[in-house]
């Protein structure tokens, strides 16, 4: 026997069903559906529907009706309580809702129809959930040790499955994540549990996500992980669009027209105006007995409804003081809550006539602060129906409504619909060249003043159909006879008294945009031509696909733009080895990201096989209200092949001097080795072991010989790992040297660098090394050892002003010995191959060319100061990789501040002495009010913000919104020592960086700090 899936096309994903379980009928209306089933052919029903409805419940009895006595499974939403009501009480089905996991459910139940409730082996469904291929998981068990990651993950964040399993989850997730998480194996009554959290992908990418963690034992769970960042893209995008839709022109011309009557449409405009979830009009009157206020809702017309009982004294508050009121509700208030659930913003707009006062009402569920623009409209239109509304018809009202017209920049006219003119602004005679009204009173407008009368006509056809029409461009005629462009803006008023019709409209004059427009189109063939015969490789992309690929770009690598769908896939197209590709990428986006200002060099293959070097940059730029990412590649092959070239010619010559130096090393011991054995010939009596011992001393040594100058080839290799501390480096190698130097010799040390540099730390550490030993050996009595950093450049180093060009930044790190000093002969072949100064058959010397290799191919310097007797300097620079790195969180150099906003004193001075100690400025405050003014006071100087959730005057979930709104891209920490879950996960989903428990731990604590405030250090990674 089978089940019967009966699917709704309001449910859409891949299920897959075993033909031997189930099968499936798709619908879209019930009809289609057969209205008997046997129970002898099907086990049982899956009815899957998003919304379940009264038309669906009907089918299913209709069903059993008919025989069918099997079990029904319905998977959806009832769409009222009522239908979840009926579904209950006549025991129709089993409902629930539709998982995240509708394939595991679905399989679930067919399982279970066929099997009964015996089929719920915690492993099978781990292997289902694993079989889906767009669904990436991991098995965790309770230490959270990796016990499987599926095909899903691994392809999807690009891992490799023997580098995930075994590992810890904390390699995928943070700490406090993985905590919770953990957590569930504690909760095993909860199925599932869910959140949302940062991910690091194989390169160490920050990827938003949401996980949700099932349990399938008590030894074991299965984490779901569903990739947002897409989503965010498109959510940010979204919010800059909406920023840019403001259209505040076209509702302001509506708007004025309209404001002469309150009507439906003059409500259904502030709507638009101004955005509200709901929008009242609110009459008051006073009771002529008692003289109390009493209030009625007059729009919208809809029977029964009420405003809560707690509001009304707000409302009639704010009518009293006939002021425009802006207030705020808080769910964590105590007295508000009644009114939060109904409205967290209300804006009153009270409006006292003689005849018929009222009270205009914007109701918002969610946090709103209108801006100055939004607020002077409120108080113009307080201002503009108060007096439109007044019985003393003549001086306030009129003088109000023309000093606005009279100011206005636009042109402001009413005519009659036969086409004379009732009146114009300043602004409409200055457009049309007029000097006063009285000129225009004689003429006809559709004859006089449009070009074509048509227009007018048109305008007329509109204002007939909808009452209004915005922004119709038309040509007019000024009174010199010159044509000029307008954009036109009317809508049709009635005046009830007189049972006239006129209209009233606005004119702007567009005729320098549209001249300004003309040219940009005439200018843009020219700016495509620059583009596309310009001498260097020019690609502009966006929103999924590439609008600029010039001939360069096609010449040079041989494709066409149809070829990659984005700047990654064409460097992965172009670079044979996979990882060199990723880092290739990982540079790209760090440049993009301000990580980074310096060109990335890419070694790459044109189609036709040819190898290319290609520096490129990149920058953000908009092209018709679109954001677009413009590469720019500067073709570098030739000057490459030049340097190269030179560069082998310079490494023959080395090689050759080192090539005859190690034959002369190797002849001398092959022919000391031969006179020792020519020694041992003329004794009689040979001592076998001495002769073994000498011949094996002398291969070793040779072994020796031979794996230094492994080792100095291996350190001329191309240097593809960043340093991102090297002045920890140089602290740890002096630490190291402490321990290993003579005690005869003294170490000082000043370390004052930061920044990157291209270098491994192992080979920094043997740098130290050997510059320490040759210290030491020209100190043999002892002495004194100075060793320095510090970030220099041409400005401040006199060898830098005389090598390199200014504007780049170096590390120098300075070795300075009190020993013997060297002559400028010595000086001169330090670094040449097996030179030195000591004595003895010990073969040395190669210490000081292994640095050279180093710094030469980290595109560094040396420079060598000393003289016989007065010791020896050694400053060696290696460049910064970029100043915008080390100042991208830090602005304009400064150290970063912290503001902690917490009532326990304990609690804050504990934050500040770790903050202060580890180089950072630290502001305090001890309630919510206190924490936001002083983030207005030092907005510029504010880097991050840690909040208390529970704290006097505001509390920390209303600090955290206000802080937000002043600045959506503040970093804001929470921390609590009470457990709210709800509200913690509300603010870390709404965009809070992390939640720092109470007491916090420390290394946790500075770890979270430096994520965020250091952030470059992760993409340099």
Same mark, same amino acid.
């Given at each position: 026997m089978k089940t019967l899936l009966l699917v709704h096309e309001s449910v859409q994903f891949n299920f897959y069903r075993p033909d031997n379980y189930s099968d499936q009928v798709s619908f879209s209306t019930f009809d289609e559906l057969p209205t008997f089933i046997d129970p002898k052919v099907y086990n049982g029903i899956v009815f899957l529907k998003r919304a379940i409805d009264i038309e669906s419940l009907h089918y299913i009895r209709v069903l059993q009706e008919n025989g069918f006595s099997r079990k029904v499974y319905m998977l959806g939403t009832p769409v009222t309580e009522d239908v979840y009501r009926m579904i209950i009480k006549d025991d129709l089905s089993d409902v629930a809702e539709i998982s995240p996991f509708p394939e595991i459910q679905l399989q679930s139940l067919v399982l279970r129809c066929h099997h009964g409730q015996a089929e719920s082996s915690g492993s099978y469904w781990g292997e289902v959930l694993f079989q889906l291929e767009h669904v990436p998981a991991v098995r965790v068990n309770p230490a959270g040790i990796i016990l499987k990651a599926n095909e899903a993950l691994i392809n999807h964040f690009h891992f490799n499955v023997f580098n995930l399993e075994g590992q810890h989850l904390t390699k995928l997730i943070p700490d406090y994540t993985v905590e919770q998480i953990l957590s569930h194996f504690r909760q095993p009554q909860t199925t599932s549990l869910s959140g949302r959290c940062n991910f690091f992908d194989a390169e160490e990418n920050i990827i938003p996500i949401r996980y949700t963690s099932l349990l399938l034992s008590r030894d074991e769970l299965i984490l779901t992980i569903d990739d947002l960042s897409q989503l965010v893209r498109l959510k940010r995008q979204a919010d800059r669009l909406n920023q840019q839709l403001v259209q505040e022109h076209q509702l302001l011309d509506r708007l004025l027209v309209e404001s002469l009557s309150i009507s439906d449409e003059l409500m259904e405009l502030l709507q638009q105006v101004f955005v509200p979830d709901r929008v009242f009009r609110i009459a008051v009157e006073q009771e002529a007995q008692n003289k109390r206020l009493s209030t009625s809702i007059v729009y919208p017309v809809s029977p029964g409804e009420q405003l809560p009982d707690p509001f009304l004294p707000y409302l009639l508050d704010a009518y009293r003081t006939d002021e425009v009121t802006i207030l705020h509700f808080s769910v964590n208030n105590k007295n508000h809550q009644d009114i939060a659930l109904w409205a967290q913003t209300a804006i009153l707009i009270p409006v006292k006539r003689e005849m018929n006062p009222f009270v205009f009402l914007f109701i918002y569920k969610n946090h709103f602060e209108p801006d100055s623009f939004t607020y002077a409209l409120l108080r113009y239109i307080?201002?503009?129906?108060?007096?439109?509304?007044?019985?003393?018809?003549?001086?306030?009202?009129?003088?109000?409504?023309?000093?606005?017209?009279?100011?206005?920049?636009?042109?402001?006219?009413?005519?009659?619909?036969?086409?004379?003119?009732?009146?114009?602004?300043?602004?409409?005679?200055?457009?049309?060249?007029?000097?006063?009204?009285?000129?225009?009173?004689?003429?006809?407008?559709?004859?006089?003043?449009?070009?074509?009368?048509?227009?007018?006509?048109?305008?007329?056809?509109?204002?007939?159909?909808?009452?209004?029409?915005?922004?119709?461009?038309?040509?007019?005629?000024?009174?010199?006879?010159?044509?000029?462009?307008?954009?036109?803006?009317?809508?049709?008023?009635?005046?009830?008294?007189?049972?006239?019709?006129?209209?009233?409209?606005?004119?702007?004059?567009?005729?320098?945009t549209r001249a300004l427009q003309n040219q940009l189109k005439n200018n843009s063939r020219l700016i495509s031509d620059i583009i596309d015969y310009a001498s260097v490789l020019i690609a502009g992309y966006s929103d999924g696909k590439w609008l600029i690929w010039n001939q360069k770009m096609e010449h040079t690598l041989g494709y066409d733009k149809e070829a990659f769908?984005?700047?990654?896939?064409?460097?992965?197209?172009?670079?044979?080895?996979?990882?060199?590709?990723?880092?290739?990428?990982?540079?790209?986006?760090?440049?993009?990201?301000?990580?980074?200002?310096?060109?990335?060099?890419?070694?790459?293959?044109?189609?036709?096989?040819?190898?290319?070097?290609?520096?490129?940059?990149?920058?953000?730029?908009?092209?018709?209200?679109?954001? #677009?990412? &413009?590469? /720019?590649?500067? *073709?570098?092959?030739?000057?490459?092949? $030049? !340097?190269?070239?030179?560069? +082998?010619?310079?490494?023959?010559?080395?090689?050759?001097?080192?090539?005859?130096?190690?034959?002369?090393?190797?002849?001398?011991?092959?022919?000391?080795?031969?006179?020792?054995?020519?020694?041992?010939?003329?004794?009689?009596?040979?001592?076998?072991?001495?002769?073994?011992?000498?011949?094996?001393?002398?291969?070793?040594?040779?072994?020796?010989?031979?794996?230094?100058?492994?080792?100095?080839?291996?350190?001329?290799?191309?240097?593809?790992?960043?340093?991102?501390?090297?002045?920890?480096?140089?602290?740890?190698?002096?630490?190291?040297?402490?321990?290993?130097?003579?005690?005869? #010799?003294? &170490?000082? /040390?000043?370390? *004052?660098?930061?920044?990157?540099?291209? $270098? !491994?730390?192992?080979?920094? +550490?043997?740098?130290?090394?050997?510059?320490?030993l040759n210290a030491a050996s020209a100190m043999r009595e002892g002495g004194t050892l100075f060793i320095e950093t510090k970030v220099v450049d041409t400005e401040k180093d006199s060898f830098l002003r005389l090598n390199v060009l200014p504007g780049q930044k170096y590390f120098k790190l300075m070795f300075r010995d009190t020993g013997s000093g060297m002559d400028d002969k010595t000086r001169e072949k330090m670094f040449e191959p097996f030179f030195t100064t000591s004595t003895g058959k010990a073969v040395k010397g190669l210490g000081a060319t292994y640095i050279y290799f180093i710094v030469k191919t980290a595109h560094g310097f040396i420079d060598v100061q000393s003289a016989v007797g007065e010791g020896t300097v050694v400053n060696i620079y290696f460049p910064l990789l970029s100043d915008k790195a080390q100042s991208k969180t830090i602005k304009a150099g400064k150290t970063p501040t912290i503001l902690v906003v917490d009532d326990q004193l304990t609690v804050r001075e504990l934050m500040k002495d770790i903050f202060v100690s580890d180089g950072y400025n630290v502001m305090e405050a001890d309630n919510g009010e206190d924490g936001l003014r002083i983030y207005k006071e030092n907005r510029e100087r504010i880097d991050l913000v840690i909040v208390d959730i529970i704290m006097p005057k505001m509390n920390g979930a209303e600090l955290y919104y206000a802080l937000h709104e002043q600045n959506p891209q503040l970093p804001i920490l929470i921390t609590s020592g009470h457990s709210n879950e709800d509200l913690k996960r509300s603010l870390i989903e709404h965009g809070a960086r992390g939640y720092i428990p109470k007491p916090p731990d420390v290394a946790k604590l500075r770890t979270q700090i430096n994520e965020i405030l250091h952030v470059e250090e992760k993409i340099a990674k």
């Amino acid at each position: 026997m089978k089940t019967l899936l009966l699917v709704h096309e309001s449910v859409q994903f891949n299920f897959y069903r075993p033909d031997n379980y189930s099968d499936q009928v798709s619908f879209s209306t019930f009809d289609e559906l057969p209205t008997f089933i046997d129970p002898k052919v099907y086990n049982g029903i899956v009815f899957l529907k998003r919304a379940i409805d009264i038309e669906s419940l009907h089918y299913i009895r209709v069903l059993q009706e008919n025989g069918f006595s099997r079990k029904v499974y319905m998977l959806g939403t009832p769409v009222t309580e009522d239908v979840y009501r009926m579904i209950i009480k006549d025991d129709l089905s089993d409902v629930a809702e539709i998982s995240p996991f509708p394939e595991i459910q679905l399989q679930s139940l067919v399982l279970r129809c066929h099997h009964g409730q015996a089929e719920s082996s915690g492993s099978y469904w781990g292997e289902v959930l694993f079989q889906l291929e767009h669904v990436p998981a991991v098995r965790v068990n309770p230490a959270g040790i990796i016990l499987k990651a599926n095909e899903a993950l691994i392809n999807h964040f690009h891992f490799n499955v023997f580098n995930l399993e075994g590992q810890h989850l904390t390699k995928l997730i943070p700490d406090y994540t993985v905590e919770q998480i953990l957590s569930h194996f504690r909760q095993p009554q909860t199925t599932s549990l869910s959140g949302r959290c940062n991910f690091f992908d194989a390169e160490e990418n920050i990827i938003p996500i949401r996980y949700t963690s099932l349990l399938l034992s008590r030894d074991e769970l299965i984490l779901t992980i569903d990739d947002l960042s897409q989503l965010v893209r498109l959510k940010r995008q979204a919010d800059r669009l909406n920023q840019q839709l403001v259209q505040e022109h076209q509702l302001l011309d509506r708007l004025l027209v309209e404001s002469l009557s309150i009507s439906d449409e003059l409500m259904e405009l502030l709507q638009q105006v101004f955005v509200p979830d709901r929008v009242f009009r609110i009459a008051v009157e006073q009771e002529a007995q008692n003289k109390r206020l009493s209030t009625s809702i007059v729009y919208p017309v809809s029977p029964g409804e009420q405003l809560p009982d707690p509001f009304l004294p707000y409302l009639l508050d704010a009518y009293r003081t006939d002021e425009v009121t802006i207030l705020h509700f808080s769910v964590n208030n105590k007295n508000h809550q009644d009114i939060a659930l109904w409205a967290q913003t209300a804006i009153l707009i009270p409006v006292k006539r003689e005849m018929n006062p009222f009270v205009f009402l914007f109701i918002y569920k969610n946090h709103f602060e209108p801006d100055s623009f939004t607020y002077a409209l409120l108080r113009y239109i307080k201002s503009l129906l108060g007096a439109s509304g007044s019985p003393n018809t003549g001086a306030e009202e009129n003088d109000f409504f023309h000093n606005f017209m009279d100011n206005a920049r636009e042109g402001m006219y009413k005519s009659t619909l036969d086409g004379h003119l009732v009146y114009a602004n300043p602004a409409f005679l200055k457009i049309l060249g007029y000097d006063n009204i009285a000129e225009l009173k004689n003429i006809t407008i559709p004859e006089n003043l449009y070009i074509n009368p048509g227009d007018r006509e048109e305008l007329l056809a509109g204002l007939q159909k909808t009452g209004y029409v915005d922004f119709m461009e038309t040509v007019l005629r000024t009174k010199a006879g010159k044509k000029i462009q307008v954009q036109e803006s009317a809508c049709l008023y009635r005046d009830a008294r007189k049972g006239v019709a006129y209209i009233t409209g606005i004119i702007r004059d567009v005729s320098v945009t549209r001249a300004l427009q003309n040219q940009l189109k005439n200018n843009s063939r020219l700016i495509s031509d620059i583009i596309d015969y310009a001498s260097v490789l020019i690609a502009g992309y966006s929103d999924g696909k590439w609008l600029i690929w010039n001939q360069k770009m096609e010449h040079t690598l041989g494709y066409d733009k149809e070829a990659f769908r984005d700047f990654n896939h064409m460097v992965n197209t172009l670079v044979e080895d996979r990882r060199t590709a990723q880092f290739y990428n990982a540079r790209m986006s760090e440049f993009l990201t301000g990580g980074s200002d310096e060109a990335v060099e890419m070694e790459l293959k044109s189609k036709s096989g040819l190898p290319l070097s290609i520096s490129w940059t990149a920058s953000y730029s908009e092209l018709n209200g679109q954001e #677009i990412t &413009i590469f /720019f590649g500067v *073709d570098v092959t030739r000057a490459r092949i $030049l !340097e190269r070239r030179k560069r +082998e010619t310079e490494n023959m010559r080395l090689m050759s001097n080192m090539s005859s130096r190690i034959a002369d090393v190797f002849h001398t011991y092959f022919e000391d080795m031969a006179h020792q054995l020519s020694a041992y010939k003329t004794k009689e009596d040979v001592d076998k072991e001495k002769l073994i011992e000498i011949i094996g001393q002398s291969f070793l040594e040779g072994n020796r010989i031979a794996e230094q100058v492994a080792k100095l080839f291996k350190a001329s290799h191309p240097i593809n790992k960043i340093l991102l501390k090297p002045n920890l480096a140089v602290e740890n190698s002096i630490q190291i040297l402490k321990t290993t130097m003579p005690e005869s #010799i003294d &170490i000082h /040390f000043s370390l *004052d660098a930061h920044g990157q540099i291209r $270098l !491994e730390e192992s080979q920094l +550490e043997q740098i130290m090394l050997n510059l320490a030993l040759n210290a030491a050996s020209a100190m043999r009595e002892g002495g004194t050892l100075f060793i320095e950093t510090k970030v220099v450049d041409t400005e401040k180093d006199s060898f830098l002003r005389l090598n390199v060009l200014p504007g780049q930044k170096y590390f120098k790190l300075m070795f300075r010995d009190t020993g013997s000093g060297m002559d400028d002969k010595t000086r001169e072949k330090m670094f040449e191959p097996f030179f030195t100064t000591s004595t003895g058959k010990a073969v040395k010397g190669l210490g000081a060319t292994y640095i050279y290799f180093i710094v030469k191919t980290a595109h560094g310097f040396i420079d060598v100061q000393s003289a016989v007797g007065e010791g020896t300097v050694v400053n060696i620079y290696f460049p910064l990789l970029s100043d915008k790195a080390q100042s991208k969180t830090i602005k304009a150099g400064k150290t970063p501040t912290i503001l902690v906003v917490d009532d326990q004193l304990t609690v804050r001075e504990l934050m500040k002495d770790i903050f202060v100690s580890d180089g950072y400025n630290v502001m305090e405050a001890d309630n919510g009010e206190d924490g936001l003014r002083i983030y207005k006071e030092n907005r510029e100087r504010i880097d991050l913000v840690i909040v208390d959730i529970i704290m006097p005057k505001m509390n920390g979930a209303e600090l955290y919104y206000a802080l937000h709104e002043q600045n959506p891209q503040l970093p804001i920490l929470i921390t609590s020592g009470h457990s709210n879950e709800d509200l913690k996960r509300s603010l870390i989903e709404h965009g809070a960086r992390g939640y720092i428990p109470k007491p916090p731990d420390v290394a946790k604590l500075r770890t979270q700090i430096n994520e965020i405030l250091h952030v470059e250090e992760k993409i340099a990674k």
